[in-house]
């Protein structure tokens, strides 16, 4: 039984490129979160999907910022015009369902904006 | 303003010792408590999750402390190994009601390094 699958494990973008990050949960989980780790820092919730429904996004910048989780497919998170402050970790974590006490976490995506 | 705050910020000992990790919220109502592992460049990893009925919770040499009138946890471990090195998260789940209402607050994590 596979884990959380994230990709890519690193990113490098150039000011004002767009960075797309995939989160695939673990089998049977339909509930996804997102969430971004600056260096010395915890991590910041974003955004909690179920399938194909943002449930919460009030961690996530209003602009630039959006993600989605189809009914087919990963879930993606995606910047765009990125810039350098965007420099993080971000890691997806899944769940079977909500409030079921256990959360189970991707390794990563490494984005770094030049 | 829910916040976790987490002592001490790094920690060195030496492997086969003891070390006890704090973790201090205000996040209120409580759903739970967990303590997480990460390894420098790894996704965290549960340890264990603390309701507030549980005060002890034991995984391997791991034993966790909730109390939850005075809103303080603690990891302990036992018997340090090399492989213990990594940054410890206490997190903190918010109780609310309805969809969308299931926060974390993340510490910043306490730095552990083991040497021989």
């Known amino acids: 039984n596979a884990g959380v699958m994230q990709n890519p494990r690193h990113l490098v973008r150039r000011r004002g490129q767009e960075a797309r990050l995939r989160c695939s949960p673990m089998?049977?989980?339909?509930?996804v979160y997102w969430y971004r780790q600056l260096p010395e820092e915890g991590l910041k919730f974003m955004v909690y999907?179920?399938?194909?429904?943002?449930?919460?996004e009030s961690g996530m910048p209003k602009e630039r910022f959006s993600a989605e989780f189809p009914k087919e497919g990963p879930s993606i998170l995606r910047i765009q015009q990125v810039v350098r402050g965007d420099s993080a970790a971000y890691f997806c974590?899944?769940?079977?369902?909500?409030?079921?006490?256990?959360?189970?976490f991707g390794e990563g995506s490494r984005l770094t904006v030049l | 303003k829910n916040q976790v705050e987490q002592s001490p910020q790094s920690l060195i000992i030496l492997e086969g010792k003891n070390c006890t990790l704090q973790?201090?919220?205000?996040?209120?109502?409580?759903?739970?408590l967990r303590w997480y592992k990460q390894d420098t460049g790894r996704g965290p990893v549960s340890l264990t999750i603390?309701?507030?009925?549980?005060n002890t919770k034991s995984n391997g040499r791991y034993t966790a402390t909730l109390d939850a009138d005075t809103k303080q946890s603690s990891l302990h471990i036992t018997a340090s190994q090399l492989s213990d090195s990594a940054s410890y998260i206490c997190?903190?789940?918010?109780?609310?009601?309805?969809?969308?209402?299931?926060?974390?607050?993340f510490g910043k994590g306490t730095k552990l390094s083991v040497i021989p």
């Open positions: 603390m309701t507030f009925s549980e």
């Open positions: 974590a899944s769940s079977p369902s909500q409030g079921s006490g256990e959360l189970f």
């Open positions: 997190v903190v789940t918010q109780h609310g009601s309805g969809a969308g209402s299931y926060q974390l607050t």
């Open positions: 089998k049977g989980h339909s509930h």
């Open positions: 973790c201090n919220y205000t996040v209120s109502p409580f759903s739970n």
């Open positions: 999907l179920q399938k194909e429904n943002i449930i919460d």
